[in-house]
């Protein structure tokens, strides 16, 4: 694996809870940043060297403009970290459609038109011996489902199979996707559902914790995080 230093890496969800520390840790590490939410103060508060991009993933062409903003920036893309999401609460019949769509736009389908977006560009980083890397933050819920969460857990789930199988193509190609599935993280996420309320949940881990184990896993060249990993 070579160093981070000089790799371009977009974050999507780079105000977050996960999001901001990974930046720091990466920016920290020499990469150059493209930093993607949609509050562009926010952004700029971070204090983090980087090309800030205040969009909302949930709109199809958002890829595209985040993909080219980097490759502006920085004249390619060497990795993707995708740690923009959101829950949703409650039983399964007080979920409406908006929830739904919302919900599997933000959690499913946005990290995939993310990926193909940059998929050109990752596939120069690999002709160049780059190592390009991915990382989908699905989540523990993926591999155990939850009621209460029917829906989150199978956005999470529907993303982790198609990382599943993507990995697997994007191998070929020299190319790592990386499917983390972090356990309950202290971030506050569960504060900020899109419907419902959270059940009462036991003390969750520390976003530093779960950031440095991302970090070192595109660091060590591993394949896979699953929930045990964070342990
Ligand atoms: N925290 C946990 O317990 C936990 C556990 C396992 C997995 N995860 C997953 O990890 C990921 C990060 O979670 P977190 O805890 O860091 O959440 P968070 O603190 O709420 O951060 C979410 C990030 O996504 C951005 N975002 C939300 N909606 C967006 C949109 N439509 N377009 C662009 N950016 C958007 C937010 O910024 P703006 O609101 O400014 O746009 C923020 O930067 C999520 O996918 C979550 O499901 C979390």
Do not use: W
Request: proline share 6%.
């Amino acid at each position: 694996m070579p160093s981070l230093a000089d790799t371009s890496v977009v974050i999507v969800g780079a105000t977050g809870g996960l999001g901001a520390p990974i930046a720091r840790r990466l920016a920290a590490a020499g990469a150059r940043l493209t930093l993607v939410a949609r509050d562009e103060d926010r952004l700029r508060s971070l204090g983090i060297d980087g090309r800030l991009v205040a969009v909302d993933v949930r709109k199809a062409a958002s890829a595209a403009g985040i993909a080219s903003a980097a490759r502006d920036a920085y004249g390619g893309i060497d990795g993707i970290v995708n740690a923009a999401g959101a829950v949703a609460f409650g039983p399964l019949d007080e979920l409406s459609d908006e929830v739904l769509i919302e919900l599997f736009t933000l959690d499913t389908l946005a990290p995939i038109r993310m990926l193909r977006a940059a998929l050109p560009s990752l596939r120069e980083s690999a002709a160049a011996g780059r190592d390009p890397f991915v990382v989908h933050v699905s989540a523990v819920v993926a591999e155990q489902p939850l009621p209460g969460m029917a829906a989150y857990s199978a956005a999470k789930a529907a993303l982790m199979a198609y990382d599943a199988a993507a990995a697997r193509e994007l191998r070929r190609e020299g190319i790592r996707l990386i499917d983390a599935r972090p356990p309950h993280t202290e971030t506050g996420l569960a504060t900020r559902p899109l419907a419902g309320q959270a059940p009462r949940l036991a003390e969750g881990l520390s976003p530093d914790a779960v950031a440095q184990r991302i970090v070192d896993a595109i660091a060590n060249g591993d394949k896979d995080l699953p929930s045990t990993s964070f342990a």
